[in-house]
């Protein structure tokens, strides 16, 4: 079982299309349909993906590592080339990196059950607030 987290807290999951493997994806022709989820290693390029922006509905972003940043970098990477989608953090993304995740361009987080009773919703509320806090708009508003 999972826990599904964004700015609301602890949520139902509402997505029930499933998910369809990267590598099958890839290796497969699915041009004509669409609205699938996929889940997408870490290790692939957000222009890797580009080409199933009109077919991926949500892609979810293995975060196999909470040190492991580069999921970070392919959501930040696939709204900077026009992704309007959901992107979803999938893994090892703890309460302290979901603010990170919101400004990279996560639209939520999917952690096991076993992380959320370590880091309880209470946490992850705490981080909701996270266009409160961000200094580079700040910065970016002043030069």
């Known amino acids: ?3 599904l987290i964004n700015d609301s807290g602890f ?3 509402d997505w029930t299309a499933g998910f369809r493997d990267w ?3 890839t290796s497969s022709s699915y041009a004509t349909e669409a609205g699938y989820g ?3 290693p870490n290790t692939v390029g957000a222009d890797q993906i580009k080409p199933y922006f009109n077919q991926a509905a949500i892609i979810r972003i293995d975060f196999p590592s909470s040190h492991d940043g580069r999921g970070f970098s392919i959501a930040r990477h696939l709204r900077l080339i026009g992704y309007t989608g959901r992107i979803r953090a999938h893994g090892h993304v703890l309460a302290d990196q979901y603010a990170m995740a919101r400004r990279c361009g996560i639209d939520e987080v999917e952690i096991s059950e076993a992380l959320a009773a370590r880091q309880p ?3 992850w509320l ?3 607030n996270w266009k409160d806090f961000n200094y580079q708009s700040r910065l970016r ?3």
Do not use: F
Request: charged residues 35%; aromatic residues 0%; without cysteine.
């Open 1 to 3: 079982m999972t826990q």
């Open 11 to 13: 949520v139902d999951d």
């Open 23 to 25: 590598e099958g994806v």
């Open 38 to 40: 996929v889940d997408v």
């Open 121 to 123: 919703e209470p946490q």
């Open 126 to 128: 705490d981080r909701a």
């Open 141 to 143: 508003q002043n030069a």
